[in-house]
């Protein structure tokens, strides 16, 4: 069974900083790895997919990293701003379905 | 990219009562799915809606609790029946085409009372 996990479970850091937040994943037969954005009491942004085949993907201030192998995934964020407060989920899709298994998120602040 | 919307998006219902979640896509999907957030928690995949067809739940939701329709590739509805206070949660619709990105709707916030 996936399991997804998140690093850290929550962040703290002033406008400006770069940060990474972290995800791994237990079953590294995976078809794509997909990072989403929460606002409270929101519904899911699609932020960025990759692809098991690639090792990253980029919009605008956002990178996300895939090591399949490893069962890692990263998304750093440049130039953090307090309009990127909200939870980051991470997400896997398996090899041999279609289902999303979630992370339990990463619950950021950028204070200004 | 796909467009989800939701009705209602939030709403307060009594212990023992159901309620009807509408979910529509402003473009044809492959998959529709259901999840649950509960309060705190992240998301938890309901079930698989087929289009014409029974719906096909994970472990630990069946259809009486969570019966669920696809009349078509752009339209589902999640009904949570006999409804008590540990329903109260975020019901999220998504749907994506084979193994693309999958899109979520903004959700149905719903609390029993």
């Known amino acids: 069974k996936q399991e997804v996990t998140q690093i850290p479970a929550a962040l703290s850091v002033p406008e400006g900083e770069n940060l990474v937040l972290n995800c791994s994943f237990t079953?590294?037969?995976?078809?794509?790895l997909q990072w989403f954005r929460q606002d409270p009491g929101k519904g899911l942004t699609s932020l960025l997919l990759?692809?098991?085949?690639?090792r990253e993907q980029t919009s605008g201030r956002l990178n996300a990293s895939l090591d399949k192998s490893s069962g890692r995934s990263t998304l750093y964020i440049a130039a953090s701003q307090p309009g990127d407060s909200a939870t980051y989920l991470c997400?896997?899709?398996?090899?041999?379905?279609?289902?999303?298994?979630f992370g339990k998120g990463t619950l950021l602040t950028v204070n200004p | 990219s796909a467009v989800i919307s939701q009705k209602p998006s939030r709403d307060i219902c009594q212990r023992g009562t159901s309620l009807t979640i509408q979910c529509q896509v402003d473009?044809?999907?492959?998959?529709m799915f259901w999840y649950r957030q509960q309060p705190g928690q992240s998301l938890t995949l309901i079930a698989t809606?087929?289009?014409?067809?029974?719906?096909?739940?994970e472990s630990g939701f069946v259809i009486d609790k969570f019966p669920i329709s696809r009349p078509n590739l752009t339209f589902s509805t999640l009904t949570v029946s006999n409804m008590s206070p540990e329903d109260s949660s975020i019901y999220l619709c998504?749907?994506?085409?084979?193994?693309?990105?999958?899109?979520f709707g903004p959700g149905t916030r719903l609390t029993v009372t």
């Open positions: 997400a896997v899709r398996g090899g041999s379905n279609y289902k999303l298994t």
């Open positions: 079953d590294s037969a995976i078809y794509n």
């Open positions: 990759i692809q098991s085949s690639q």
């Open positions: 473009s044809q999907v492959t998959m």
């Open positions: 809606a087929n289009q014409g067809s029974e719906a096909t739940y």
């Open positions: 998504s749907g994506g085409t084979g193994g693309d990105e999958q899109y």
